[in-house]
């Protein structure tokens, strides 16, 4: 279970977010304002933020370089109606950890948050293995193999897989890859992320009996370890 703090004026949105965090598992409480915001994350017991940009007394960026500069690295996910890449772009060096655009789909929100949790926490240990069943990334070594088996990738194979495995046991939209992996830097519409799943789907899951790369239809694609 994730403690997880709210800071978003809009009263109603904010109740929509708590209630679906709370059946999903998880706690969440909430603050309408950028002060009270701040110094109820300052309280640092809290796995996860959603912060809107536009507050009142205090906006959702000042709100996290104030956190940031006081030594504060709780993940934080901003949520906004600003959703253009500039707009991104700023909200990310401001401190934020990622960046999700208004109108959002609540399993997004929640699987992105989710995500934010599972990550080192800054000045930890960084994980430099990731395995899933019988697959190893070698993160250090920039090597992959299955069943002891090495399996040559391209760079951008390696940073697909990676942060698919970073995220292992969970729905990954195109939306997180398009942003974690190729970070823009391609037309949306285009097919490249299938492309892509397709081609390294033939080099880790191609000749052994259990697949462990799969498409979940209409929200994204996981990797898991096979059933039993």
């Not at 994980?127 to 951008?156: F, M, N, W």
């Not at 292992?168 to 398009?178: D, P, S």
Request: hydrophobic share 40%; glycine share 10%; charged share 30%.
């Amino acid at each position: 279970m994730l403690k997880i703090l709210i800071i978003e004026d809009d009263l109603e949105a904010a109740a929509y977010m708590a209630k679906g965090l709370n059946e999903a598992g998880h706690s969440a409480d909430r603050a309408a304002d950028g002060e009270t915001g701040l110094e109820q994350a300052q309280s640092g017991r809290y796995d996860a933020l959603i912060v809107d940009r536009m507050l009142p007394k205090r906006d959702g960026l000042s709100v996290i370089e104030a956190l940031r500069s006081s030594g504060n690295y709780t993940p934080v996910l901003i949520l906004s109606a600003l959703g253009q890449v500039d707009d991104r772009v700023k909200g990310l060096k401001a401190g934020g950890d990622d960046y999700l655009p208004k109108p959002y789909a609540f399993t997004e929100l929640l699987a992105r948050i989710e995500a934010l949790a599972r990550r080192p926490k800054a000045g930890g240990d960084v994980e430099t293995t990731y395995r899933v069943g019988d697959l190893v990334l070698d993160r250090l070594a920039h090597s992959c193999s299955r069943d002891g088996k090495e399996i040559p990738l391209q760079p951008r194979e390696f940073r697909l897989l990676e942060y698919l495995m970073q995220n292992a046991g969970q729905v990954v939209t195109r939306t997180m890859l398009l942003e974690h992996v190729w970070e823009y830097h391609f037309d949306p519409q285009t097919n490249v992320i299938d492309v892509h799943i397709s081609r390294l789907r033939g080099k880790i899951d191609k000749g052994f009996d259990k697949a462990l790369l799969h498409t979940i239809r209409g929200a994204g694609y996981t990797i898991r370890e096979p059933a039993g």
